[in-house]
């Protein structure tokens, strides 16, 4: 079956230190996308891909980082410059940034900080 | 985008049709409206959207009025599955040149299916 694969559902970070949330999509899309989700709070965008080795910064971008070497999957890295990383973190894709076809979502990575 | 305003909560019993009323009064002519759900602890799931006329999907159907100013999600038999929160959003597509039309996520309706 399509759809887009988020690993690790949960993951614990320590003070200073770097952490990286895989998504991998088996769609064939172009456009990929990270969202910040926090407790009762709608979806923030961090960063979007239109296509491979180009990415843009969205509404909360600083503290994170991204990568997009294949057209499948779009790491996400979040910093120790992230003094609140403690949220739920949602990848999605969709056929193109201009397009009106919907984009669809993982079912996340949740992140907390020991 | 457009803002959308929603009922911060509705009920609906099992097996009856599920209504759900969106407001996106200031929507421009390139804007579509676009609807999803998330239940807790996974990531939102498409439903349905459209942009002037009237959708329906194995899911779900929307009914857009004619001055697009709102919208209607129909669940037609709702399930004790479908209590979740629905977000009702609309995003421009393509405004011209490389614009690109973000979806931005409101606080929703919470759906709550009772037997």
């Known amino acids: 079956d399509g759809g887009i694969t988020q690993s690790p559902k949960y993951l614990f970070r320590k003070e200073g230190q770097n952490v990286t949330l895989s998504c991998e999509q088996n769609l064939n899309h172009d456009a990929m996308y990270w969202y910040r989700q926090d407790p009762g709070q709608g979806l923030r965008l961090i960063y979007y891909?239109?296509?491979?080795?180009?990415?843009q910064k969205g509404d909360i971008a600083e503290g994170y980082s991204v990568s997009r070497e294949k057209k499948e999957s779009f790491p996400l890295t979040v910093t120790s410059a992230q003094k609140n990383p403690t949220a739920f973190y949602l990848c999605a894709s969709s056929l193109g940034l201009y397009s009106n076809q919907p984009q669809h979502f993982g079912d996340g990575t949740r992140l907390s900080i020991l | 985008d457009a803002k959308t305003t929603q009922p911060p909560s509705m009920d609906c019993a099992e097996g009856r049709a599920a209504n759900l009323p969106c407001n996106h009064s200031t929507i421009s002519g390139n804007e579509y409206v676009y609807w999803y759900r998330q239940i807790h602890s996974q990531g939102p799931q498409y439903i349905i959207h459209g942009l002037k006329n009237n959708e329906t999907n194995e899911m779900a159907s929307l009914i857009i009025t004619e001055d697009r100013k709102s919208s209607t999600l129909i669940l037609p038999h709702a399930t004790l599955r479908d209590t979740a929160v629905y977000y009702c959003i609309v995003r421009v597509v393509n405004a011209g040149g490389t614009s690109y039309g973000k979806l931005t996520f409101g606080q929703g309706t919470i759906l709550t299916v009772h037997p």
């Open positions: 891909s239109q296509i491979v080795n180009d990415f």
